[in-house]
């Protein structure tokens, strides 16, 4: 796992937004995984830039997104289809055609979630997945307590993930964010060919502590990527203060990214 400490978020999300952009370039026709969330926002502006600039286009890339509440139509403001729409999808060149988001009103969600799995396959796997991370750990909706090797599915959150997401969004109204997601698996996750994840702010330290230095477990669904080959972290100073080799991690992959 490589970890690019950054002075801040702008910082970390023109690089992580710096390497979507050259896959992008390499690959005009390359598939990426997404994630919604307050940690994405500023890279997917940095991302719009770079089609208005016309530097990159995604007309031929496809993307699918990690999750969807389960419950909520995609036109529901707080919906993460409405999310994607809004914050990237409306301001690059993208197709929607080509944009995938579990849909949340699916009457039976276990086979929307199959079918999900398949057509990723189908398009040839993921090449590049964007992560957050949440306070507890979690990848997409994965909880603490979820198989390291579980696939797309139904499933619960946490009352802290709860918590978290009613700060943030639902104009922090506890009772209306779902309790119920669907979700891509640790697993699935873990097939991307490369996985960028963003982490931003104090509140992240324990969980990224977790994921990169703590022992490999369903405790912090992040963990998982320590087996993952090319995974990196594009992290503020805030997120990185409690990891014991910081120093060690922001040189090495200083060294890396010149190449
Ligand atoms: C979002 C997602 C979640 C978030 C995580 C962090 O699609 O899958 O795992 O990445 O909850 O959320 P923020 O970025 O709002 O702190």
Same mark, same amino acid.
Not at 178 to 207: N, Q, Y
């Given at each position: 796992?490589?970890?690019?400490?950054?002075?801040?978020?702008?910082?970390?999300?023109?690089?992580?937004?710096?390497?979507?952009?050259?896959?992008?370039?390499?690959?005009?026709?390359?598939?990426?995984?997404?994630?919604?969330?307050?940690?994405?926002?500023?890279?997917?502006?940095?991302?719009?830039?770079?089609?208005?600039?016309?530097?990159?286009?995604?007309?031929?890339?496809?993307?699918?997104?990690?999750?969807?509440?389960?419950?909520?139509?995609?036109?529901?403001?707080?919906?993460? /289809?409405?999310?994607?729409?809004?914050?990237?999808?409306?301001?690059?060149?993208?197709?929607?055609?080509?944009?995938?988001?579990?849909?949340?009103?699916?009457?039976?969600?276990?086979?929307?979630?199959?079918?999900?799995?398949?057509?990723?396959?189908?398009?040839?796997?993921?090449?590049?997945?964007?992560?957050?991370?949440?306070?507890?750990?979690?990848?997409?909706?994965?909880?603490?307590?979820?198989?390291?090797?579980? /696939?797309?599915?139904?499933?619960?959150?946490?009352?802290?993930?709860?918590?978290?997401?009613?700060?943030?969004?639902?104009?922090?109204?506890?009772?209306?964010?779902?309790? /119920?997601?669907?979700?891509?698996?640790?697993?699935?996750?873990?097939?991307?060919?490369?996985?960028?994840?963003?982490?931003?702010?104090?509140?992240?330290?324990?969980?990224?502590?977790?994921?990169?230095?703590?022992?490999?477990?369903?405790?912090?669904?992040?963990?998982?990527?320590?087996?993952?080959?090319?995974?990196?972290?594009?992290?503020?100073?805030?997120?990185?203060?409690?990891?014991?080799?910081?120093?060690?991690?922001?040189?090495?992959?200083?060294?890396?990214?010149?190449?």
């Amino acid at each position: 796992m490589e970890i690019v400490v950054c002075k801040d978020k702008a910082e970390a999300s023109r690089k992580a937004a710096d390497m979507i952009a050259a896959l992008v370039k390499r690959n005009p026709k390359c598939v990426l995984g997404l994630a919604t969330g307050s940690t994405p926002v500023l890279m997917y502006g940095e991302l719009a830039k770079d089609v208005k600039a016309k530097k990159i286009s995604f007309r031929q890339v496809k993307t699918w997104n990690l999750d969807e509440y389960y419950g909520l139509a995609p036109t529901h403001d707080q919906s993460y /289809r409405y999310f994607m729409n809004e914050n990237l999808f409306k301001k690059i060149d993208i197709q929607i055609k080509n944009t995938h988001v579990l849909n949340g009103l699916a009457k039976d969600p276990v086979k929307e979630c199959k079918a999900y799995e398949a057509a990723i396959k189908r398009a040839g796997g993921i090449d590049l997945q964007v992560l957050g991370i949440g306070s507890d750990g979690h990848i997409a909706f994965n909880e603490p307590g979820t198989s390291l090797k579980s /696939r797309t599915s139904v499933v619960y959150l946490t009352p802290s993930t709860i918590k978290d997401n009613a700060r943030l969004f639902f104009h922090g109204k506890l009772d209306e964010v779902p309790t /119920r997601a669907l979700s891509m698996g640790v697993g699935t996750i873990c097939e991307a060919k490369r996985v960028v994840l963003l982490a931003f702010g104090k509140g992240k330290a324990d969980a990224v502590k977790g994921m990169v230095e703590g022992g490999m477990s369903q405790f912090c669904t992040a963990s998982a990527l320590q087996a993952h080959n090319d995974a990196w972290v594009f992290c503020d100073e805030d997120a990185a203060s409690k990891l014991k080799l910081k120093d060690y991690y922001a040189w090495r992959s200083a060294t890396v990214l010149k190449g």
